[in-house]
C-alpha cells in the first residue's frame, strides 16, 4: 500500500519502467495532480488544444518536461468536419473529444480551462485573467477565427463556421428555414422558393453548398406538403476565377462540374460588397436570400498581436525556420497562427496536416534544446489534399496524381475516420455515414435555440424591393434588373 501523501504514476520506458507495465514511481503529491516529471523538470506551456497544440502535447509526454495545456474549451473540435455538423450528418459529440480524455495517460501534462489574455514574454508568463502560468517554454496554437474584410458588422447575418457553436447555429437556421416556409405556405401565404447563399468558394463553401443541395434534393424532399425543398436554391459565390482557388485548375473544373450536378448555382469573379440581414450585395445587385453562410476567410487569433512579433496581412506571426519568435527562441507558434513558406517560397495553407506536423517539430525542437543538440527547421511534407462535394463526388490531389468523383471521396472517406480521436467516434461515424449513404437520411436534425429567424421578416421586404425595383425596370427601360442579370449567369 502506498503512503497516504503518495500515488503510482508509470513512469516512460527511457526513465527504466514501463509505461503500461508494472514498474512505478512514486510521486509524493497532492491525490488531485500526478505527473512523472520532477517539480524542477522545464515546464513547458502549450496555448490551443487544436490539431497542432494536441500533437504538441503528445510528442512532449514522451520528454522529461512538465506540460501545461490551456483552450478555453473542454473539448477538442476535428474541425474538418464541422460542415456535417453544421448540415444534421453527425452530431456534435461525434467530432468533439473532451481534451482530459485525450491526454488521460500523459501523467506530465496538465489541463486548464481558460482562455488566455496576454504574454509577459520578459517574465515568461501566460497571463489568464484570474491566473498568471510561468514557462519555460511557450507553444502557441490558438488557431483562427472569421474574417470579414473589415466588416465586423456582416457576421450577425451571415455566420461563419469553426466552432460547434458555429455549426450548430447554422444547423439551426437551415432547418428553421425550411419549417418556416412550410407554415407560411400552410398558412395560405406564398410560396416562394427558398435560397441559401454561400459566400467563399474554398473546400468549407463547396462542402457546405454540395451538401446543402443534397439536403434540399434528397433528404427533405417528401416531408413537406405545403413546400417543395428541391426547388431551393443553392447559390455559391466566390470572388475569384475558379472554386478551390489553391486547387490544380483541372480539380477546380471538375469541383465546379460535380457542383453543377448536384444542383449548386455557381458564380465566380463575384465581389460581394455588402450583406444585409437578407440579402447579399455585390455592387448594384442585390440578391434576396433565407440563409447567408459566410466561408470566405479566416483571420489568425489576436493573440499573435501580443507576442511583440512581426506579423503579415493576414495577422499571423512570422517564425523563424524553427517556428520560434525573434528574439524569444523559448516561444514557438504553430498552426493557423504561424506565417512560414516552403522551400519554394508559397506560404504554407492553415491545414490541419501542417499544423500537427508542425507541433511535433516544435516539441522535437524543445527536446533537442534539453539534450543539448542543435535544433532543425521546419520542413513541411505534403501528403495531399482532398475536398468533398457530396455524395460520391470529391477531388483529391495526391503529389502528382489528381483523382475526382467515387474514388476521392471514398479516399477522403477513409482518411477522416483515420483521423479521428478515438475508436467510439470513428465507429459512430462510420456507421451515420453509411446509414446516410443507403438512406438519403441524415440523424441529426435537431432544431434547438431559439425557433425564430431574424432574417425571415426581412426577407419578405427585400424579396417585395426587389419585385418592385424588377417591374419599375420592366416598364421604364425595358432592362432586366441586376439581380436577374445575376441568376442568369
Request: hydrophobic share 45%.
Amino acid at each position: 500500500m502506498l503512503p497516504d501523501d503518495c500515488h503510482a504514476a508509470y513512469a516512460p520506458k527511457e526513465w527504466g519502467g514501463g509505461q503500461y507495465e508494472k514498474d512505478l514511481l512514486l510521486i509524493h503529491a497532492p491525490r488531485n495532480h500526478i505527473s512523472v516529471a520532477s517539480p524542477t523538470a522545464p515546464h513547458v506551456v502549450i496555448v490551443g488544444a487544436g490539431f497542432g497544440g494536441l500533437r504538441a502535447a503528445h510528442a512532449l509526454a514522451r520528454e522529461r518536461v512538465r506540460v501545461t495545456l490551456i483552450d478555453r474549451k473542454n473539448h477538442h473540435t476535428f474541425q474538418p468536419l464541422l460542415y456535417q455538423v453544421a448540415t444534421a450528418g453527425l452530431s456534435p459529440g461525434e467530432i468533439a473529444t473532451p481534451v482530459r480524455w485525450i491526454l488521460r495517460r500523459a501523467y506530465n501534462i496538465e489541463v486548464l480551462l481558460g482562455e488566455v489574455q496576454d504574454f509577459d514574454l520578459e517574465r515568461k508568463i501566460v497571463k489568464l485573467e484570474d491566473l498568471d502560468v510561468a514557462y519555460d517554454y511557450l507553444i502557441v496554437a490558438a488557431g483562427a477565427r472569421h474574417a470579414y474584410f473589415g466588416h465586423p458588422e456582416w457576421e450577425p447575418f451571415a455566420p461563419g463556421l469553426k466552432t460547434v457553436e458555429d455549426a450548430i447555429e447554422i444547423r439551426r437556421r437551415v432547418l428553421l428555414a425550411f419549417e418556416l416556409a412550410e407554415r407560411q405556405a400552410a398558412n395560405g401565404g406564398p410560396q416562394m422558393p427558398l435560397r441559401f447563399v454561400i459566400i467563399g468558394g474554398g473546400p468549407t463553401g463547396v462542402e457546405l453548398a454540395g451538401t446543402l443541395a443534397e439536403i434540399a434534393r434528397r433528404v427533405l424532399a417528401d416531408e413537406f406538403h405545403s413546400i417543395d425543398p428541391r426547388q431551393t436554391r443553392i447559390v455559391l459565390i466566390e470572388g475569384g476565377p475558379r472554386v478551390l482557388p489553391s486547387y490544380p485548375e483541372d480539380l477546380s473544373r471538375s469541383a465546379e462540374e460535380q457542383l453543377r450536378q448536384l444542383g449548386v448555382e455557381v458564380h465566380t469573379s463575384a465581389m460581394v460588397t455588402g450583406i444585409e440581414p437578407a440579402a447579399v450585395c455585390m455592387g448594384k445587385t442585390r440578391l434576396p436570400a433565407a440563409i447567408i453562410l459566410w466561408a470566405a476567410g479566416v483571420a489568425a487569433s489576436p493573440l499573435g498581436k501580443k507576442l511583440s512579433a512581426r506579423l503579415d496581412r493576414a495577422g499571423r506571426v512570422m517564425v523563424n525556420q524553427d517556428l520560434s519568435i525573434p528574439d524569444h527562441p523559448e516561444v514557438f507558434v504553430i498552426g493557423d497562427l504561424a506565417s512560414l513558406k516552403d522551400e519554394k517560397g508559397n506560404l504554407l495553407p492553415g491545414v490541419a496536416p501542417v499544423a500537427m506536423q508542425q507541433g511535433s517539430a516544435a516539441a522535437a525542437n524543445i527536446a533537442r534544446d534539453l539534450q543539448g543538440k542543435a535544433r532543425s527547421n521546419f520542413k513541411y511534407v505534403d501528403k495531399g489534399s482532398l475536398a468533398t462535394i457530396g455524395r460520391a463526388a470529391a477531388v483529391a490531389q495526391f503529389g502528382k496524381v489528381y483523382i475526382s468523383g467515387l474514388v476521392a471521396w471514398l479516399s477522403w472517406l477513409f482518411i477522416h475516420i483515420l483521423f479521428l480521436i478515438g475508436f467510439r467516434n470513428r465507429l459512430l461515424v462510420m456507421i451515420q455515414w453509411a446509414w446516410s449513404y443507403f438512406t438519403f437520411q441524415r440523424g441529426a436534425r435537431l432544431i434547438t435555440g431559439d425557433p425564430t429567424l431574424s432574417s425571415w421578416m426581412a426577407l419578405h421586404t427585400v424579396q417585395q424591393e426587389v419585385k418592385q425595383s424588377d417591374n419599375e425596370d420592366d416598364l421604364g427601360t425595358g432592362a432586366v434588373s441586376a439581380a436577374a442579370r445575376f441568376e442568369r449567369q
